[in-house]
Nanobody, 119 residues
Framework: QVQLVESGGGLVQPGGSLTLSCAASGFTFSSATMNWYRQAPGKEREFVATISTAGSTNYAGSIKGRVTISRDNAKNTVSLQMNSLKPEDTAVYLC?????????????WGQGTQVTVSS
């Protein structure tokens, strides 16, 4: 059973930094592309960052240059380091992976971790 458990969220002042982690289990982590999304109150869920099995990364334009996604295949974890945080970065941050189940692609999500950027 796929499980994704995020941690590391909290309250941070504008300009501050935070590192989120996602612990994965129930699948072969090293063979999975891992993603971070976020959802702010009243807004749609939006893509933040992705890291491939080979370690290639891609970021949303709105946050590029301020975040770094990384993975540790030995620990089955994916992290999101966020710097120069802004109030508009306030959201629930969710870890995601997609698995092929038969002929269908299924999304798996963690429960999310709250990031609040406020003075």
């Amino acid at each position: 059973q796929v499980q994704l458990v995020e941690s590391g969220g909290g309250l941070v002042q504008p300009g501050g930094s935070l590192t989120l982690s996602c612990a994965a289990s129930g699948f072969t982590f090293s063979s999975a592309t891992m993603n971070w999304y976020r959802q702010a109150p009243g807004k749609e869920r939006e893509f933040v960052a992705t890291i491939s099995t080979a370690g290639s990364t891609n970021y949303a334009g709105s946050i590029k240059g301020r975040v770094t996604i990384s993975r540790d295949n030995a620990k089955n974890t994916v992290s999101l380091q966020m710097n120069s945080l802004k109030p508009e970065d306030t959201a629930v941050y969710l870890c995601n992976t997609r698995r092929l189940i038969g002929l269908k692609l299924a999304d798996y999500w963690g429960q999310g971790t709250q990031v609040t950027v406020s003075s």
